[in-house]
Each structure stands twice: as C-alpha cells, then as structure tokens.
Nanobody, 115 residues
Framework: QVQLVESGGGLVQPGGSLRLSCAASGFTFSMYHMSWYRQVPGKEREWVARIISFGSTYYADSVKGRFTISRDNAKNTVYLQMNSLKPEDTAVYYC?????????WGQGTQVTISS
C-alpha cells in the first residue's frame, strides 16, 4: 500500500523557518522523482520544488534561494527546508512521487505564516 505522509507544518512568524517531511512507503522510493506542491483555497495547486532520483534539484522562482529540497533514500523521506518565510507562503503543502506514469500524492500539511 502506497503512502506519503507529510509532517512539520504549523504556524510561524514572517521571517521564520520550517522543515517539512514526507515519509514514503509502499514503493521503491529511490527510483521516484519527488516534488513539493502547495495550494491555497480557490487557487490551482502550485509546484514548489523537485528533486529527481539522482539528486538534481529544481525550484519555482518564488521560493528559489529560500527553500531547499532534499531526500534521504535510506529513510524513504523527502524534506523541504523553508527559510525566510513570507505570508504568501501560507498554503497546504503536498508531496508528490513520480515515476514514469505513476503519481502518488500525500494528504498535505498546513503551513501558516502570520504575525
């Protein structure tokens, strides 16, 4: 049974940091490209960052220089380190696993940036 379980969300003041985790099970994690997306109510889900199976990383312009995606294949976990957080980063954050035609999503974790 495939599972992606996000954690680490919460309420943080502007300028603060959070680290999100996404623990995977039920598939060969090391073979999958992993991504983080985010969504606010009434808007399309937005791609945030991606790390491919052999480690190259890619970021949306809106988070470049502030967010870092990483993976630990031994722990079947992908991370999103978020620094210098802004109110516009407020969203539900989802992780996604991709391999060829297979896509899996987690249930999401809420991140709220507010003073």
């Amino acid at each position: 049974q495939v599972q992606l379980v996000e954690s680490g969300g919460g309420l943080v003041q502007p300028g603060g940091s959070l680290r999100l985790s996404c623990a995977a099970s039920g598939f060969t994690f090391s073979m999958y490209h992993m991504s983080w997306y985010r969504q606010v109510p009434g808007k399309e889900r937005e791609w945030v960052a991606r790390i491919i199976s052999f480690g190259s990383t890619y970021y949306a312009d809106s988070v470049k220089g502030r967010f870092t995606i990483s993976r630990d294949n031994a722990k079947n976990t992908v991370y999103l380190q978020m620094n210098s957080l802004k109110p516009e980063d407020t969203a539900v954050y989802y992780c996604k696993a991709e391999f060829r035609l297979q896509n899996y999503w987690g249930q999401g974790t809420q991140v709220t940036i507010s003073s």
